[in-house]
């Protein structure tokens, strides 16, 4: 069955939908014919921006919400045929300023969330938005879904708490359920007016301010990148293919050091400067120095594979910004 016939006319619930992957995904599923719910908080620690779904506003459903009101969750619940949960805390340095903020976003509110499901619809499909922080330092690169789990910061301790809530879930309940584990994932409509969230964004809005990129360390660390057009793929063929439920599955793109990001997003803008900066220490702490992803399990699986070259994607990035920046800045 074609991805559009999976989503046509089906009713789909994102959690997190104003936020940067949810409101790019709303925007896939429109095109596709999906009847589109977002459900968020509009936290303002978070990538939330009512501008993100302007385009597509009278498409869908919009509600200013939290998870953790079961009461009004039960009534978005009915009737829908897929969950996009991508609601929770994102930020480490967060995680480690208010751990019990970070706790109660990605461990509390998820158990409800799937309590929810399995009581009042719990044939629903459901993807969760896990991180490759639940891994911490790479033993070995590139780092697959069999490396030991280490988390470095209270953000990967509590999205691995999320994650495994879920996949429970499918193997007591047999509710069709799975986890895709991000990396850096980036493009139109994240946030970008502070490094809260995203290292990437706060890079572009210093390109836009005429400030100087500011490189943590020697520039040397490695990473990967996906764009965020690839990961909503990977979303939608995890949420509509039974292959996947109970599995987790790594995302990933070819690796780059931080240095060479920074000298390809400059040519990109035409003009700019990047300097070295010592780490603050409440971020050296939980830096997980290299990583990039092996994605070969989903690949396999699913037939995902990352499609936007990195200049590509970040060309259309930084021209989405310099055209949209007052929403962003």
Known sequence: MSIEKNYSGKHVLITGGLGFIGSNLARTLVKLGAKITVIDNLNP?????????ESIKNQIEIVEDDIKNEKHLKALLKDQHYLFNLAGQNSH?????????????????QLKLLETCR???????????????????????????????????????SKRAGEMYHIVYNR??????????MTNVYGPHMR???SHLTFVGWWIYQLLAGQTIQIYGDGS????????DDVVQALILCAS?????????????????????????????????????SYPDNRKRIDIGDYYGDYNFINTELGWSPQTPLIEGMKKTIEFYKQHK???L
């Not at 490759?132 to 490396?147: M, N, T």
């Not at 007591?172 to 584990?181: E, G, L, N, S, W």
């Open 119 to 157: 009581l009042y619809n719990s044939t629903i499909k459901i993807v969760f938005s896990g991180t490759r922080q639940v891994y911490g330092r790479a033993k070995y690169l590139p780092v697959d879904e069999k490396h030991l789990l280490t988390p470095l910061d209270n953000n990967g301790v």
């Open 192 to 194: 970008i007016k502070d």
């Open 172 to 181: 007591v309940y047999d509710m069709a359920t799975c986890v895709v584990r």
């Open 221 to 228: 660390q490695i990473r990967d990148f996906n764009y965020v």
């Open 326 to 328: 007052e929403h962003y």
């Open 241 to 277: 293919n039974p292959f996947a439920y109970g599995k987790i599955y790594n995302l990933g793109g070819e690796p780059i050091t931080l240095l060479e990001l920074a000298e390809q997003m400059i040519q990109i803008y035409g003009t700019g400067n990047y300097e070295f900066i």
């Open 45 to 53: 620690n978070s990538g939330a921006n009512l501008q993100n779904v």
């Open 93 to 109: 340095v967060g995680s480690m300023q208010d751990p019990f903020n970070d706790l109660h976003e990605n461990v509390v509110a």
